[in-house]
């Protein structure tokens, strides 16, 4: 049988505390060829929230009552966390590809000398799990630019088709292709790449700006 398979199976029937499913998971890939395991933790990243189960396969586990797991996450939590941010960071800007980053990761879930034990190795892969860029996208690093540059296109842009952004951004339109359609004329009449991508960052800090106002009335009005 397949890691793909086998991964998938499972998960389409396992039920249970996450942290014994993902225990469950970390046997079945270390138990593959070694060249195959990262491949299998990559399909794993790609497929772990995309499959429903109907919870016909029970899991359990005594591996981790409550005081295994303080004991855990309070050695290794805060460090592993960190680790990964930086490393998802360095890969993005780094252009690696998928199948690279996940053979990094493994790598350092299986054999990281701070990682004494199959419990804190299996809450590292937890770890993994729940972070927000996973599965991992090697998607590029777009344009850079120094402020001063920043600022004479914003001025080559001109201070009309900002305001008028900011005034679409903030009407009410009755469906939301509305509003999308207006920015996309708007992005597509500016003449090259640069201008777009310090247009769609005004986009993004007013859409930010705004966010952030919504959620303070809201403390504001507990």
């Known amino acids: ?38 491949k299998a933790l990559m399909y794993l990243c790609d497929n772990i929230f995309n499959v429903d189960s109907d919870n016909s ?13 303080e004991e855990v ?5 805060e460090k592993v966390r960190a680790y990964f941010q930086h490393a998802i960071y360095t890969a993005v800007v780094g252009g690696v590809e998928e199948e690279e980053f996940y053979s ?6 299986q054999y990281d000398a701070q990682f004494l034990t199959t419990e804190e190795r299996v809450y590292a892969l937890f770890l993994l799990m729940n972070n927000d860029h996973i599965p991992y996208r090697n998607i590029g690093v777009g344009i850079s630019m120094s402020e001063e540059r920043y600022s004479t ?25 509305q509003r999308a359609s207006l920015l996309v004329n708007n992005l597509l009449s500016l003449k090259d790449s640069n201008q777009q991508a310090v247009y769609m960052s005004i986009i993004l800090e007013q859409v930010k700006k705004d966010l952030k106002g919504k959620m303070q009335k809201c403390i504001d009005s507990l």
């Open 1 to 38: 049988m397949s890691y793909e398979k086998d991964i998938h199976d499972f998960l389409a029937h396992c039920t249970g505390r996450v942290i014994d499913v993902i225990y469950v998971l970390y046997g079945k890939i270390s138990a593959l060829a070694e060249e195959e395991q990262p």
């Open 153 to 177: 296109i914003v001025g080559d842009i001109g201070s009309t088709l900002i305001e008028d952004t900011r005034y679409i951004l903030d009407f009410n339109y009755e469906q939301r292709t």
């Open 57 to 69: 396969n029970m899991i359990s586990s005594d591996k981790f009552s409550d005081e295994k797991m």
């Open 104 to 109: 990094r990761i493994w790598k350092y879930i």
């Open 73 to 77: 996450v309070n050695k290794i939590a």
